[in-house]
């Protein structure tokens, strides 16, 4: 006989235990990882809360009559204490189970979610869990394409951390080899020229960057080209003349690698100068975005610049690592391509830093997953890496578990014209220029709609408004699916968007602002019984119920848009019941007091999913 233990807070994941039990006892010959209930939600809410339609696939296996499959689930399922007694009554069409949830256990289920942390509980034995996000490069300005590693990574790092896991961001910053190199170089150059680079900006520092790549850039095959078609001699003296300052000016900036590398004082100063402006400007959009990177949470390549050295003997010594041309390299599984781990000039390659940053993950930081938010374009890298890591053991905790390896891809933010979003001038768009003209036409928006609103007032939710819209668009967009760019879309009232969900919260609150000025006790609604009588209250009942699972699942998936469809769905399922179940003039005191406490609950976990997307709310709209 099931007891209360076997009765979960989400309905589904107690009727799945159930049907599977009573389809196992049933046809004792199914393997039981073979059995599938498929319950879902019913589509015709008149004939119960939920459907399983599992007999007709279990009758095409079985080689039997669907309805009679269904009536021999039927007699082995026990509801006690969930729903209503399933009678043969209740089968429906081919074999379709209709069941109908009991009012009291949806309200003990309601109770038990009703606590501080929203029936989530913490796990027995929490995961350390390392999420590698953000990936800025020094001295280049965050543009468009780092908003997704940004946000997405800080939502899975929010949901691990909800679940109850310890989490550990990582924000692993580009900010070593030949390119740093060569900024480094200019900035000397200037301040050898009387230049004061404490007042340095950020957007003087990527204007620097792009001037030292195109000053080391030779261009070897236009002169090729030139001297190939008979060109004029003064062009081929000037592209000559050309190339030789390039080549001088990458010679320079090679010699100041190795005295950055060897610690040189002047060298090290130019390159933290380089640091301090990047990582102060990166830190602070991601702040204005409410993703929570921070300077403890930043490890750039140089933090492991020490190690590389001792990763290639490891390789070398174990025979993990072979010479490939005179490179070196670890052959994968699975993959005609092999992990390259020291170029044949005896250099280091992303790899190379990406195996010691795992090495340190796993085995130092006592990480069980580590997951990647990195770009489409970078699967086949962290193909090899991780199968590199493996074989050479890189991946074991202290406890020598293995480390489970996830490269969670995305797609791409197009502009209307479905290529990859970039200015009018063709080039990126800077992350902090596309904040602030999210934000300005937020302000722009929420002026229309309340004129009534000091600027005092309206800014800060102009903030949480501009912010939501451009968060949601893209969290709630499939995480391996490309989106357009569209400003007005990602700032409509109506629909599935950040605004349409805050606004949902500022009702909920508004009730209650009403209900103190009625006069009402608030202290007594969190003790008021539940009563569940009008299909609306029901449906939002059954809403709240899935919000652990909800949690859950998007965690379980490094799929945010999981918990956007699912708050999207409280926020569709809570504007039913408002405008069917009269709150405040219900017809009874009882009715009155349990409808609050489902607007209370439903203000909760709206805005507890919120906050774990990283999405700000506000009072007030």
């Given at each position: ?545 899935r919000y652990p699972g909800a949690l859950r699942a998007a965690g379980e998936s490094f799929e945010p848009s999981r918990l956007c ?57």
């Amino acid at each position: 006989m099931p007891t209360a233990h076997d009765i979960s807070i989400d309905p589904l994941e107690t009727l799945d235990a159930r049907f599977r039990a009573a389809i196992g006892a049933a046809f004792p010959e199914l393997p039981p990882e073979g059995i599938e209930t498929h319950i879902a939600p019913n589509r015709q809410p008149k004939l119960g809360d939920f459907q399983s339609n599992a007999a007709m696939p279990l009758a095409k296996k079985l080689g039997k009559n669907p309805r009679e499959v269904a009536a021999s689930v039927v007699e082995h399922l026990d509801l006690a204490g969930v729903a209503e007694p399933v009678t043969a009554e209740a089968i429906a069409g081919p074999g379709f189970i209709n069941i109908r949830l009991l009012g009291d256990a949806m309200a003990a289920s309601l109770t038990r979610l009703d606590t501080e942390r929203l029936g989530v509980e913490p796990p027995e034995r929490p995961m350390t869990v390392v999420v590698d996000l953000c990936g800025v490069n020094l001295a280049k300005q965050m543009h468009v394409g780092h908003l997704r590693s940004t946000v997405i990574g800080d939502a899975v790092a929010r949901l691990y951390e909800r679940l109850g896991h310890r989490v550990i961001r990582q924000n692993h910053v580009g900010d070593w080899g030949l390119p740093i190199a060569m900024v480094a170089q200019k900035l000397v150059e200037l301040q050898q020229g009387g230049r004061d680079l404490a007042n340095l900006s950020m957007d003087e520092l990527n204007v620097l960057y792009r001037s030292a790549q195109a000053a080391c850039k030779a261009e070897k095959a236009a002169l090729a080209l030139t001297m190939k078609v008979g060109g004029h001699p003064k062009a081929e003296a000037e592209l000559a003349l050309r190339i030789a300052d390039a080549e001088e000016s990458l010679e320079r900036a090679k010699q100041r690698l190795v005295k950055l590398q060897s610690g040189d004082a002047e060298s090290v100063a130019a390159w933290k100068r380089i640091y301090d402006i990047t990582m102060g400007a990166c830190l602070a959009t991601c702040a204005r975005l409410h993703a929570n990177v921070t300077e403890a949470a930043s490890a750039g390549e140089s933090a492991y610049r020490d190690e590389l050295a001792g990763v290639i003997d490891d390789l070398v010594t174990r025979g993990i690592a072979e010479e490939d041309g005179g490179a070196l390299i670890v052959r994968v599984d699975g993959l005609k391509e092999p992990c390259i781990v020291r170029k044949s000039d005896g250099g280091y390659l992303y790899a190379t830093t990406d195996l010691a940053a795992i090495r340190r993950r796993a085995g130092v930081l006592g990480a069980e997953r580590i997951v990647y938010f990195v770009d489409a374009r970078q699967s086949l890298h962290f193909r090899q890496v991780f199968g590199a890591a493996h074989r050479a053991g890189y991946d074991r905790t202290p406890a020598g578990e293995v480390a489970q390896l996830s490269h969670a891809v995305f797609g791409t933010i197009l502009g209307e014209d479905n290529k990859p979003f970039k200015s009018r001038s063709g080039e990126n768009v800077k992350l902090s220029d596309l904040i602030d003209e999210a934000i300005e036409r937020a302000g722009r928006t929420v002026a229309e709609k309340n004129p009534g609103l000091s600027e005092a007032d309206r800014a800060p939710i102009a903030e949480a408004v501009g912010i939501a819209a451009l968060k949601y668009t893209d969290l709630s967009t499939e995480r391996i699916k490309d989106y357009v760019f569209s400003f007005d879309r990602m700032l409509a009232f109506e629909g599935d968007t950040g605004p349409y969900l805050l606004y949902a919260v500022v009702r909920t609150r508004s009730i209650f602002r009403k209900a103190a000025e009625a006069g009402v006790d608030l202290d007594a609604v969190a003790s008021a019984p539940l009563m569940l009588e009008e299909p609306a209250e029901r449906t939002l009942a059954l809403a709240l119920l899935r919000y652990p699972g909800a949690l859950r699942a998007a965690g379980e998936s490094f799929e945010p848009s999981r918990l956007c469809a699912y708050v999207y769905s409280l926020a569709g399922a809570f504007s039913s019941f408002f405008d069917q179940c009269p709150v405040l003039i219900a017809d009874t005191q009882a009715k009155k007091m349990s409808r609050l406490r489902l607007c209370s609950l439903t203000a909760r976990v709206l805005t507890d999913g919120l906050e774990t997307l990283g999405i700000p709310t506000v009072e007030r709209m």
